[in-house]
């Protein structure tokens, strides 16, 4: 009967050990996807980033010609009123 009882213990303890396992090689998985998506994440953050700088200088670029144009346009209207 003690020998019926240890070899019970033994298979529970074996199905314990498989758990575990399993249970860390999902955790591992996760782990790894999660890190993944971190990656993927700062990628796509710094392409934005990247394309948001190069928007800015273009605006910047097109302000600066619309300003020179403005001051074309207006500079011989203001000498005749000078």
Do not use: C, N, W
């Not at 314990?16 to 790894?32: F, Q, W």
């Amino acid at each position: 009967m003690e020998l019926l009882g240890l070899s019970k213990f033994k298979l529970q303890l074996l199905a314990l050990i498989a758990e575990a396992r399993d249970i860390r090689g999902r955790e591992r998985s996760a782990r790894e996807e999660l890190q993944l998506s971190i990656q993927r994440r700062e990628q796509i953050e710094a392409e934005y980033t990247k394309k948001l700088q190069e928007l800015q200088a273009e605006i910047s670029s097109h302000e600066e010609s619309q300003r020179r144009l403005e001051d074309k346009v207006l500079s011989p209207h203001l000498k005749r009123f000078s």
